[in-house]
Nanobody, 125 residues
């Protein structure tokens, strides 16, 4: 069982990146899939979530309108499209799956069980 995140890199402010999260050893039809990020010296914070039974998405206010989570069932992959990036978005980004779809818990890392290894996103001019 493995999640592999990729797609990070260096991007200028205002630019875009699309992160991918490929699942191997299991299918991405867990109740929920999320993306988190962690900047140096800061706690891991939630940035998006997809409920797989109805494709409802959730975002915190600081990325709403800029980030979009989606999935390709055939490729067993979840994506995070990030637009209008700014230096505050610099962090290691992680994908994770949740064994239960409890909306009140979506922003808490302990409510997720499987995690990818992370991919670094650096926003800088």
């Amino acid at each position: 069982v493995q999640l592999q995140a990729s797609g990070g890199g260096l991007v200028q402010p205002g630019g875009s990146l699309r992160l991918s999260c490929l699942a191997s050893g299991f299918t991405l039809d867990r109740p929920a899939i999320g993306w988190f990020r962690q900047a140096p010296g800061k706690e891991r914070e939630w940035v998006s979530r997809l409920s797989t039974n109805n494709d409802i998405t959730h975002y915190p206010d600081f990325v709403k309108g800029r980030f979009t989570i989606s999935r390709d069932k055939a490729k067993n992959t979840v994506y995070l499209q990030m637009n209008l990036l700014n230096p505050e978005d610099t962090a290691v980004y992680y994908c994770a799956t949740a064994p239960r779809n409890i909306v009140s818990m979506i922003r808490f890392p302990p409510s997720y069980d499987y995690w990818g290894q992370g991919t670094l996103v650096t926003v800088s001019s």
